[in-house]
């Protein structure tokens, strides 16, 4: 089949080692013969060169076939890279389709979790819109022609293609060459005392903290108030609920009376998070009656922060190649898309965590695993990457299967895997990390502790079908993983690198295959889902995931579409 569309263009050059710019990709697919024109290209290149640009492309068109070109115009493209084939026609329009209206939050309706897929491998992705417009069947760029350097609108009219010029991330909280924990008792007393002292400088302002030691000695029935990290909940005899607290100078116990409506916040409650209470000393000193809790919470007037012009970010995750379940035709239609005008905005992919499916992350992995070597699971990886338009930022933080420590924070990749996924160029960080694009902050973290939120939390306030809501219980605690102990491993820093300092714009987070997005006091948090089809092991722990979904974040708006490339 000749290379005449986009996506069999990426996938030779893949083949070949290269990735490409965008607008050399549209060069390609409007010469006359692309084939042998992208031999030229290839030519023309330096020998060292990882990315076929414009320029190469333009020199090859401009120069006379070599005499012994012996290129057949219509030669097959080989099968994708690393096991995968591309769609037979990408990018090809495709019929609207309708749905029913998101709810007015934004998230996915359940009842479509089970649905069959609505598209096919020669279909374009779905979208779904947060703002409750009807999806439609996102063809690429269907309803116009391409020829050489521009597109032609069915009315005629011509417009230049123009290549995506992202500005470069701004990237802070990264853990990455600055790790000094050995794992020593006294280094976890530091990053607990360092993160009480971070969150607790988000509360003085709301109470008139006392510490531990002076509300010992105040008189019964004083009014008092604390800060203080939660040591221990239990519940007493009569049913209310005695939480203590634990600040750098003492614990000090807080009694919740079970009738009174701040009760039901208890159950919100994680060890080892930071909160604040107000109340009144019993009769003795000895316990705290609480009227009050407070958290260290984002603002309810927080105003995010938004780009001066329309660019887009895919926010994506759990790739998990190396997997026999990863799912490479949909990724090969996700790439190609990428590729198409209608795509032409979105100029940054952030990827968070589980590139690959790893080796030994759970019981008998080994059985599902396509891959078996780890460095070979990266290096297919980076052939996958390598569809992605060379034109387009990349940030990725790693996650849980991935060869970095499982302690957090992590650290990013280390210099061989970056060597073996350096083709495109990517941006490397630690996991949590902030990543500022066109001055909008987006907090990116695996998201290991959400595990933990919903096994901790009421079904109605965290749970794995709405995984954005256990994001909003991480927001209200300014921190991403306030519990330490079962799924959560803690590495002792000089400091709390998971501590919310200051509020995000976004929070993209990834680990539990799920899609689930929504507002919390206007920050957008987002869920990505993943790119691994349901495994034995997943089966077993009644996970079914929402596969080859690609968030995509306007960045002037905050306003996001999800489109289905399943």
Known sequence: MPLETPSR????????????????????????NPALVLEAAIEVADDDALVLTVEHVRRALDAEPPADANVNATATAPAATAGSTGPESAGSEAPSESADPKPSDGNPDPT??????????????????????????????????????????????????????????EITGDITGQSTGTGEYKQFVRVFRDRYERLSKQLRGRVNHRPAEAIQSMPGRSDAE???????????????????????????????????????????????????????????????????????????????????????????????????????DAWSRFTSWLHTDEAEAVEYLLIAGDMVEGVGVY?????????????????????????????????????????????????????????????????????????????????????????????????????????????????????????????MRLAPEEKDYLAMDTVPDVFHTGHVHKIGWGKYHNVLAVNSGCWQAQTDFQKSVNIDPDVAHAPILDLDTLDMTVRKFI
Request: proline share 7%.
């Open 226 to 328: 604390m800060i203080g990290l939660v040591n221990d909940i239990r519940s007493t005899a009569s049913g209310h609920w005695l939480v203590e607290l634990e600040d750098t100078t003492g614990v000090f116990p807080c009694l919740v009376m079970k009738d009174k409506d701040i009760a039901s916040l208890v159950d919100e409650l994680l060890m080892d998070e930071c909160i604040a209470v107000s109340g009144t000393l019993a009769d003795d000193a000895g316990i705290l009656f609480v009227d009050d809790i407070y958290f260290p919470d984002v603002p309810r007037n927080y105003r995010p922060s938004t780009a001066d012009r329309h660019v887009q970010a895919a926010l994506i995750s759990d790739v998990h190649v190396g997997s026999q379940e990863f799912v490479a």
């Open 9 to 32: 263009i990426v996938q030779e050059l893949a083949s070949r080692g290269y990735n490409a710019e965008r607008e050399a990709v549209t060069l390609l697919a409007g010469a006359a």
């Open 363 to 487: 019981p008998n992995q080994d059985e599902e695993l396509d891959i078996i070597d780890i460095y070979e699971q990266y290096e297919r990886f980076s052939e996958h990457l390598k569809e992605v338009p060379g034109d387009m930022e990349i940030v990725m933080i790693p996650g849980n299967h991935d060869a970095v420590r499982l302690a957090e924070p992590q650290p990013g990749f280390d210099d061989e895997l970056r060597g073996i996924m350096s083709a495109h160029d990517a941006r490397f960080t630690g996991n949590p990390s902030t990543v500022t694009l066109e001055g909008v902050s987006i907090l990116m973290y695996h998201g290991v502790s959400i595990d933990e939120v919903i096994a901790e939390l009421p079904e109605e306030k965290a749970n794995y079908d709405e995984p954005h809501k256990a994001m909003y219980q991480l927001l209200k605690k300014r921190h991403v993983a306030p519990q330490y102990g079962g799924h």
């Open 112 to 169: 479509r979790a089970d649905d069959p897929p609505v598209s096919t491998p020669d279909a374009g992705p779905v979208t779904e819109s947060r703002t409750g417009e009807t999806p439609v069947e996102a063809g690429g760029s269907a309803g116009t022609e391409t020829t050489g350097g521009s597109a032609i609108d069915p009315e005629g009219s011509t417009a230049p293609r123009t290549s995506r010029t992202p500005t470069p991330a």
